[in-house]
């Protein structure tokens, strides 16, 4: 099944590999931009068939632009949501953008006749705020943002999540509504103006630290987070749904992402720390360095999900995280990123 499809975020990673799976798979793509100024630049790292792309105007905080976007659309992907690279001053930078933004795209969906919206959520949404201990998460699961020590982020992915679930039961009407809800995302560069999701790798295969701290992620490939939300915008029977995009056993500490570098790239591995850093180390940096104290309360946590309901409602296959890890390292030596 193919359609009109509206990509919010169009300048996004994610949104990128999954305008280009669209395009390839026969949709028409429409994308969402905050600025048409930004338009060549977009269409260069994409390098997809023009013709079946344009693009529009339109911010999360604002309606002006929406309408004309979703005119005509029978799907909606709704990607964009601010995904801060540093920890914000006031959580509502966040929060409010995210929540209000997929309220904006909801409505303004719903009322140019738009079929079904697949938002992109998160792990974040579903991970954080539980009791101590546990260790395995499922669809099931929401953060609980009442909690201490819930970064704002993973707030702003619960919230969004959340009130767009409430709209659709109150006011969505006929409008199907599905969410994705994406582990850290790794994979192949679009350009040199990378997601601050591929850091990780770039951090561990530059040496930035002298040894890696405790800290594990559920690691998945844009490729494969392309490819779930095209799954997702045409499989009957689905709505409502929540769909965990994780590599299966996608789980990895930094010390094994390390280990993978050094076993697959061995001859640009010479910066890859070999050594954990102690916990204690990590507290007394955490004293000085703001960026470091977030990171305190994951120290040797364990947040897993699996992604068996996409593969078997879906048929979704997502690769091993570890060819990620690899394809990530390998593409930011090829773009010039890493020198190593
Ligand atoms: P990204 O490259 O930073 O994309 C975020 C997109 O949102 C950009 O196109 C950005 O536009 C847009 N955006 C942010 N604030 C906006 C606003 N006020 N109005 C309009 N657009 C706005 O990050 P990404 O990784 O592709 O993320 C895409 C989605 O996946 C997000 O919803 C994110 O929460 C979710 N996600 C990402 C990961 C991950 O590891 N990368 C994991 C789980 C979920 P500009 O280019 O103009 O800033």
Redesign the pocket.
Known sequence: MTGVVLV?????????FTIRQLIEQGWTVRA????LN?EAEVRDWLKVDNDRLSFFA????SDAGWAEAMAGCSHVVH?????PMHAVKDENEVIV??RD?ALRALRFARDAGVTRLVM?????ASFYGRAAGKEVFTEADWTDVAASGVSA?AK??TIAERAARDWIAAEGGSLEFVTV??????GPLLGTDF???LEVVKRVLEGAYPALPDLGLNL?D?RD?ADLHVRALSAPDISGERFM?VAPHGFLRLIEIAAILRERLPDHAGKVPTRRMPNWVMRIVALFDPAVRQLIGELGKVRHAEPTHAMDKLGWRPRPAADSVVDTAESLIAMGVSKV
């Open positions: 919010t975020g169009g300048s996004g990673y994610i949104a990128g969402t931009i905050r600025n930004r339109a911010d999360l905080t990607m964009a949501s601010p995904v953008p995210a933004g992109t959520s998160s792990v974040a982020y702003s992915k809800n994406p582990g850290l995302v790794l997601s601050p999701s998945v844009v987070v995009a």
